[in-house]
């Protein structure tokens, strides 16, 4: 028997949910795991999941990552984190979700720069200077104006002593 089957299993009763990520290489550690099921990103049967769900072969889960959907299919069972190759053999992705993620990324790609729709806009953070401009506007200062005294205070609450 190889070491890519012997780490796989087969029995009859399941295995955790959380393990079941893990060990398919879907989050980095079984908390993180458990945390994303607790959020409710993860479904399994179109049913809400908990941890401690019983994972069995021919199960189909829907895992939400940040911006990525997927669906897989639960082919096998390993509650041994192993290598990619080993890890991919526990599931198969439906041709559904392939197509979405594809599309997703394209769209992501062919999408304009952030960055570069401020930098055309003009908007974004105002500068230094920018920001003294709108300072002497709203104190009604004019753009040669001396800059008020250095105490100076636009509002101050006082009691009239009268």
């Given at each position: 028997?190889?070491?890519?089957?012997?780490?796989?299993?087969?029995?009859?009763?399941?295995?955790?949910?959380?393990?079941?990520?893990?060990?398919?290489?879907?989050?980095?550690?079984?908390?993180?795991?458990?945390?994303?099921?607790?959020?409710?990103?993860?479904?399994?049967?179109?049913?809400?999941?908990?941890?401690?769900?019983?994972?069995?072969?021919?199960?189909?889960?829907?895992?939400?990552?940040?911006?990525?959907?997927?669906?897989?299919?639960?082919?096998?069972?390993?509650?041994?984190?192993?290598?990619?190759?080993?890890?991919?053999a526990l599931y198969e992705e439906t041709a559904d979700s392939l197509a979405a993620r594809q599309q997703a990324a394209e769209a992501r790609r062919l999408a304009a720069e952030p960055a570069l729709a401020i930098a055309a806009s003009r908007q974004g953070r105002p500068t230094k200077r920018n920001r003294r401009d709108l300072e002497r506007v709203q104190d009604g200062l004019q753009a040669g104006d001396a800059p008020p005294l250095p105490g100076w205070q636009r509002w101050r609450a006082e009691l009239d002593d009268a």
């Open positions: 028997m190889s070491s890519a089957a012997a780490t796989l299993q087969s029995t009859s009763d399941g295995l955790r949910l959380d393990k079941w990520l893990w060990a398919a290489r879907f989050y980095k550690t079984r908390s993180l795991a458990a945390d994303d099921i607790d959020k409710g990103r993860i479904a399994v049967n179109g049913q809400a999941a908990k941890p401690s769900r019983n994972l069995r072969p021919g199960d189909v889960l829907e895992i939400r990552q940040g911006p990525v959907r997927r669906t897989v299919v639960v082919r096998a069972l390993s509650a041994v984190r192993g290598p990619a190759p080993v890890a991919q």
